[in-house]
């Protein structure tokens, strides 16, 4: 049996837990990134049959010159759009995006974070020396066939000219949940390769850094971009290309693996950690360092 402890250091009480294996770890991960995976190849192969079977009443309809509509309202309304206009907007995109995908992003989420755990009980980055053969391993099968595999998805993606129905872009969905995860498994064996050699831990470290001020940096990003892209700012949307979107990426990341070290040379945590933190353990948290960190 394994003790945790409640949240509340003013009310520490040991909980008692059973143990889970790492192979059972191991089964509910899969089974949960399958489902998922089996639900898109059925609903790849139904819109397939049903394009095929509706041809020209689909034709009729022009779901593509619907899109276009909507994509169109969309960049009105966030270019040009009231606060309160873009809020309701915004909501309902994210009630569809929701609601069209709890049964895929939910069940495939979970899977990733029982696979994060299966990592741990194995203790896979306590000892990076030992687990070498498996993070090359990782490495190898995720750019050579994750890589691949995921540009070539993007390429499918950006050929099917808004046709919802293309059999290139409704195979893509579930294809992109194992290249997705294929790719993410050679990025952890290229750092954990890497991160065996201490020259290497002072490049990583603005990496580390913002890791762990993730919520912060990703609520930055929001702030930022919205202030650029939406009416209330420079109302820039739908007027940036992908050559200057990629730029404002890099810029902005680039500042952040600046910024997140500085903050934490002086702080233990980034400031919405500290109030999640806080929230956490129901009492202020201690931010400020005893001693900056060298």
């Known amino acids: 049996m394994a003790t945790s402890w409640l949240v509340r250091p003013d009310r520490v009480a040991a909980v008692s837990l059973p143990e889970c294996p790492a192979a059972t770890l191991l089964i509910w991960a899969a089974s949960l990134l399958a489902i998922p995976f089996a639900l898109g190849l059925s609903n790849a192969f139904i819109g397939i049959l049903a394009a095929m079977a509706m041809g020209p009443a689909l034709s009729a309809f022009n779901i593509a010159a619907t899109l276009g509509e909507i994509n169109r309202l969309a960049i009105e309304t966030y270019a040009r759009g009231t606060w309160g206009q873009i809020f309701i907007w915004r909501a309902v995109e994210w009630l569809v995006m929701m609601l069209s995908s709890l049964l895929n992003a939910g069940p495939h989420i979970l899977g990733l974070f029982v696979l994060g755990m299966y990592a741990g009980k194995l203790r896979l980055f306590s000892d990076l020396a030992a687990h070498q053969t ?35 872009l409704l195979l893509s969905q579930p294809m992109l949940l194992v290249a997705g995860p ?92 500290w109030l999640w933190r806080s929230l956490t353990y129901g009492r202020r948290q201690p931010m400020r360092r005893s001693a900056p960190m060298s």
């Open 134 to 168: 498996l993070f090359r391993k990782c490495l190898l099968y995720g750019m050579l066939v994750g890589l691949p595999a995921n540009l070539l998805i993007a390429l499918a993606r950006s050929s099917v000219n808004g046709n919802p129905f293309s059999p290139l």
């Open 182 to 273: 294929l790719l993410t498994a050679g990025y952890v064996g290229a750092f954990a390769m890497l991160a065996r050699y201490p020259s290497f831990h002072r490049i990583l470290w603005p990496l580390a850094a913002a890791g762990r001020m993730a919520l912060s940096n990703y609520l930055m990003q929001s702030i930022v971009c919205t202030g650029i892209f939406y009416s209330y700012g420079l109302g820039l949307y739908g007027q940036v290309g992908a050559f200057a979107g990629l730029a404002l990426t890099f810029g902005l990341w680039i500042v952040q693996l600046i910024v997140s070290p500085l903050w934490l040379r002086a702080f233990k945590f980034g400031p919405m950690e």
